[in-house]
């Protein structure tokens, strides 16, 4: 005989009753398992908490809450109008800074632009001949080859006026020796001038004379030789080198010594002889030894042996000799 399961008693007042039914049992309603998760100390994976709550009618309400750890993502539309706002921003600054250093550089072009207007095209630095000084001209140099020459730059800018190039065609003009040119600010120039003194004629074929200084360098041309300059006469064979001779002594004679020579004659280099106005004729030799030949010449002539002398002869200047 088989076992039958014995039913559970019925509840209180179902006894007696066919066919009663045992009461319905409600449905028990799941809830999330948070209180579990949180005692767990866990974040739920979703990176979300949730929170059951009672309404007022007795159901259960879920809200979600967003987690410390959860990562705040923003709509696409608001990224993107905060880019732009930065985007805008930064070319703004670049175009600021841009602006800045080309700001700066045009103001260099422009300051050196007028700095090279002030210089080379402004009237301020602008030359002009009236402001030229010239010295140092002597007797014989021809100013009106000099102004030409210094009136060609009238008007140029000073600064860009060439001092050397009009010193090469000041050294060009007959008699100057040398020229140093020096820019006075703000439009003037100082002119030097270094010029060629004669010391002695010298007679020329077709009657007249040129004047040379002490360096054989021909100064002027004249129809007559200067009263207080002495005539020279060298052979034309070795001419040169008896002029270097004689321009030797004239250059060791004292001042008011060489003022009274009237002719010179040398037939070599080494037979120097030169006559004084209203004076006696002086054998003078080589140019050796011409200072204290000018000196012994001096005092002779200072004394009364020389008072009636024709001819005093120094070549020897230890042993001097009077001729009456």
Same mark, same amino acid.
């Given at each position: 005989?088989?076992?039958?399961?014995?039913?559970?008693?019925?509840?209180?007042?179902?006894? /007696?009753?066919?066919?009663?039914?045992?009461?319905?049992?409600?449905?028990?309603?799941?809830?999330?398992?948070?209180?579990?998760?949180?005692?767990?100390?866990?974040?739920?994976?979703?990176?979300?908490?949730?929170?059951?709550?009672?309404?007022?009618?007795?159901?259960?309400?879920?809200?979600?809450?967003?987690?410390?750890? %959860?990562?705040?993502?923003?709509?696409?539309?608001?990224?993107?109008?905060?880019?732009?706002?930065?985007?805008?921003?930064?070319?703004?600054?670049?175009?600021?800074?841009? *602006?800045?250093?080309?700001?700066?550089?045009?103001?260099?072009?422009? @300051?050196?632009?007028?700095?090279?207007?002030?210089?080379?095209?402004?009237?301020?630095?602008?030359?002009?001949?009236?402001?030229?000084?010239?010295?140092?001209?002597?007797?014989?140099?021809?100013?009106?080859?000099?102004?030409?020459?210094?009136?060609?730059?009238?008007?140029?800018?000073?600064?860009?006026?060439?001092?050397?190039?009009?010193? #090469? %065609?000041?050294?060009?003009?007959?008699?100057?020796?040398?020229?140093?040119?020096?820019?006075?600010?703000?439009?003037?120039?100082?002119? =030097?001038?270094?010029?060629?003194?004669?010391?002695?004629?010298?007679?020329?074929?077709?009657?007249?004379?040129?004047?040379?200084?002490?360096?054989?360098?021909?100064?002027?041309?004249?129809?007559?030789?200067? *009263?207080?300059?002495?005539?020279?006469?060298?052979?034309? @064979? #070795?001419?040169?080198?008896?002029?270097?001779?004689?321009?030797?002594?004239? #250059?060791?004679?004292?001042?008011?010594?060489?003022?009274?020579?009237?002719?010179?004659?040398?037939? =070599?280099?080494?037979?120097?002889?030169?006559?004084?106005?209203?004076?006696?004729?002086?054998?003078?030799?080589?140019?050796?030894?011409?200072?204290?030949?000018?000196?012994?010449?001096?005092?002779?002539?200072?004394?009364? *042996? *020389?008072? /009636?002398?024709?001819?005093?002869?120094?070549?020897?200047? =230890?042993?001097?000799?009077?001729?009456?």
């Amino acid at each position: 005989m088989t076992d039958r399961p014995t039913p559970p008693p019925a509840p209180r007042g179902t006894v /007696g009753r066919a066919g009663a039914r045992p009461p319905a049992v409600a449905p028990q309603r799941r809830t999330a398992p948070s209180s579990s998760r949180e005692s767990s100390g866990r974040a739920p994976a979703s990176g979300r908490s949730t929170t059951v709550t009672t309404a007022s009618a007795g159901r259960p309400v879920i809200r979600d809450e967003p987690s410390p750890w %959860q990562r705040v993502v923003q709509p696409a539309g608001a990224v993107t109008l905060r880019l732009q706002e930065r985007l805008k921003e930064r070319t703004k600054a670049d175009r600021r800074r841009l *602006a800045q250093v080309w700001g700066k550089r045009l103001a260099i072009v422009a @300051a050196v632009v007028a700095v090279a207007w002030v210089v080379a095209l402004s009237p301020v630095f602008r030359f002009e001949q009236r402001a030229a000084e010239v010295t140092g001209a002597g007797t014989f140099v021809d100013m009106t080859i000099v102004d030409a020459a210094i009136a060609a730059h009238d008007g140029e800018s000073l600064v860009l006026l060439d001092g050397g190039h009009l010193e #090469d %065609q000041l050294r060009e003009v007959p008699a100057v020796a040398d020229a140093q040119v020096e820019k006075v600010w703000p439009k003037g120039l100082l002119v =030097t001038l270094t010029a060629r003194e004669p010391v002695a004629a010298i007679p020329q074929e077709d009657g007249t004379f040129l004047l040379v200084d002490d360096e054989a360098e021909t100064v002027f041309r004249e129809e007559a030789p200067p *009263a207080d300059l002495p005539v020279v006469q060298v052979p034309v @064979a #070795d001419g040169a080198r008896v002029l270097a001779a004689v321009l030797g002594v004239i #250059d060791e004679l004292p001042v008011d010594l060489r003022a009274r020579v009237e002719n010179i004659e040398a037939p =070599t280099e080494d037979s120097v002889r030169f006559t004084l106005r209203d004076g006696p004729q002086v054998e003078w030799g080589g140019v050796d030894e011409s200072a204290t030949k000018a000196q012994v010449l001096e005092i002779l002539l200072a004394s009364e *042996a *020389a008072a /009636g002398a024709k001819v005093i002869d120094v070549s020897a200047p =230890t042993l001097p000799i009077t001729t009456s």
